[in-house]
């Protein structure tokens, strides 16, 4: 594994935007996994200047979410498709429909919103790359510390940390969704490679845990050790317990 360490949180958006910019010209119909939350919003704006500028497109580009909240159509001020539409795809050239968020909204079943999506990733031959961010208690995606890796995609019950960590985005901790869909460890794992973002003091202490300590499924982002092709892109604040 490789560690890429910078001195200000500006500085890992920028290498983050120019390392994905970079691998996404690397072949033709090349597929990107994608996070939302707090870290990759910096790196978002960038590529989206680089688009901009004319120095990047995303045209023939598949991207597929890392996970939504399940219920969620897509349109609700704290869905995750709709953060992806306000930092990345309204402002980019990607084809309609050529991003994917999981949905599990109407009448779509839990079977057609979790196999369904992991069909839809394998159809387009797996994901080339797959960018993540890291929750404070080390879980990525919605992989919460006990999730076995073995899991595909899958729906997950929110712990009540989890809820209330969100519930910031809420008017009050009722409306936080009970449940999402989230990609597993497994899928996570099938990525051809992937990089990590994390930001901040907060996380220093579990984010050198997951690298140096025990690969454990108390630490979902321990798993990271065992990928043959990640690097993790860390300010200094982050990587200050490594
Ligand atoms: P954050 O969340 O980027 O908002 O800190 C990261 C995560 O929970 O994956």
Do not use: W
Request: with cysteine.
């Amino acid at each position: 594994m490789e560690i890429r360490i910078f001195e200000t949180e500006a500085g890992v958006d920028k290498a983050a935007a120019d390392y994905v910019a970079a691998r996404i010209t690397e072949k033709k119909g090349f597929v990107l996994g994608l996070p939302t939350g707090g870290t990759p919003e910096g790196m978002y704006a960038k590529l989206v200047d680089k688009v901009n500028k004319g120095e990047l497109s995303f045209k023939g580009i598949t991207t597929f979410n890392l996970d939504e909240y399940a219920g969620y159509k897509g349109d609700e001020p704290q869905a995750y498709l709709r953060f992806m539409k306000e930092h990345l795809f309204d402002h980019v050239d990607i084809e309609e429909g050529a991003y994917n968020v999981p949905n599990m909204s109407g009448d779509t079943t839990e079977k057609e919103a979790t196999y369904g999506y992991e069909n839809k990733i394998a159809g387009k031959g797996g994901i080339d790359l797959m960018v993540l961010g890291m929750g404070g208690n080390g879980h990525i995606g919605f992989n919460e510390p006990g999730t076995p890796f073995g899991l595909g995609v899958h729906r997950v019950e929110l712990t009540e940390k989890t809820r209330q960590d969100n519930s910031r985005f809420f008017a009050s901790i009722d409306d936080v969704p009970t449940a999402a869909i989230t990609m597993g460890i497994r899928s996570i794992m099938n990525c051809r490679s992937l990089i990590m973002i994390v930001k901040g003091s907060a996380k220093a202490k579990v984010l050198a845990q997951a690298l140096s300590g025990p690969v454990t499924e108390d630490i979902p982002a321990s798993v990271l050790q065992l990928h043959p092709q990640a690097i993790i892109f860390a300010d200094k604040e982050a990587a200050s317990c490594l």
